[in-house]
């Protein structure tokens, strides 16, 4: 059974940072492509960044290029997603999802976490 399992989430001023994990278990880690998404309330949910299988090539939304940064250790079966200068409007649920081949569109992927919310105040 495939488990995703994101942590590191809380509330954090304006300006500040947080480093969210994904445990991964019950898959294969490093062949898997990875991604983190965010749904804001009453907003559709969208993407943030992958990662390829080996960590070697990573993708960004544009609008959100430079304050976050994927990454893995394929050894611990973790993802990780930093984010710095953090907004009000980062204020969100951050998703991990596992996927074949690392792209924006969250119909291609596999499996999915439960979420850990990220709330920024001002």
């Known amino acids: 059974q495939v488990q995703l399992v994101e942590s590191g989430g809380g509330l954090v001023q304006a300006g500040g940072s947080l480093r969210l994990s994904c445990a991964a278990s019950?898959?294969?880690?490093?062949?898997?492509?990875m991604g983190w998404f965010r749904q804001a309330p009453g907003k559709e949910r969208e993407f943030v960044a992958a990662?390829?299988?080996?960590?070697?090539?990573?993708y960004y939304a544009d609008a959100l290029k430079g304050r976050f940064t994927i990454s893995r250790d394929n050894a611990k079966n973790t993802l990780y997603l930093q984010i710095d200068s953090l907004k009000p409007e980062d204020t969100a649920v951050y998703y991990c999802?596992?996927?074949?081949?690392?792209?924006?569109?969250?119909?291609?992927?596999?499996?999915w976490g439960q979420g850990t919310q990220v709330t920024v105040s001002s």
């Open positions: 999802a596992a996927t074949l081949r690392p792209n924006p569109r969250d119909t291609e992927y596999n499996y």
């Open positions: 019950g898959l294969t880690f490093s062949a898997y492509g």
């Open positions: 990662i390829a299988p080996s960590g070697g090539a990573k």
